[in-house]
């Protein structure tokens, strides 16, 4: 069984920075994805970014040039910095993982609250 643990979310005002981690129980090495969703209220769940089992990356176009995720395989980590933040950034953020092949599990993690307001 597999668990993603997110933390750095907090308050920031307009303009701030913060940095998301999600730690895996597990080796990073068996996911072929993993990413960041968040969903505000009354929202949809909407992917934030990804980064894939060969570092390809994808973001959201709402974030691309102000959100960077990365991971550190050998701490089982994927990181979301998130930079020039915006009170559209609200929401709480969830950290994703998919395991390699067909059958592979999606693991989600409990979510950590983002809130940017002045």
């Known amino acids: 069984q597999v668990q993603l643990v997110e933390s750095g979310g907090g308050l920031v005002q307009p303009g701030g920075s913060l940095r998301l981690s999600c730690a895996a129980s597990?080796?990073?090495?068996?996911?072929?994805?993993m990413g960041w969703y968040r969903q505000a209220p009354g929202k949809q769940r909407e992917l934030v970014a990804a980064?894939?089992?060969?570092?390809?990356?994808n973001y959201a176009d709402s974030v691309k040039g102000r959100f960077t995720i990365s991971r550190d395989s050998a701490k089982n980590t994927v990181y979301l910095q998130m930079n020039s933040l915006k009170p559209e950034d609200t929401a709480v953020y969830y950290c994703?993982?998919?395991?390699?092949?067909?059958?592979?599990?999606?693991?989600w993690g409990q979510g950590t609250q983002v809130t940017v307001s002045s």
């Open positions: 994703h993982a998919k395991e390699v092949g067909v059958l592979g599990v999606h693991y």
């Open positions: 597990g080796s990073i090495f068996n996911f072929y994805v």
């Open positions: 980064i894939t089992s060969g570092d390809s990356t």
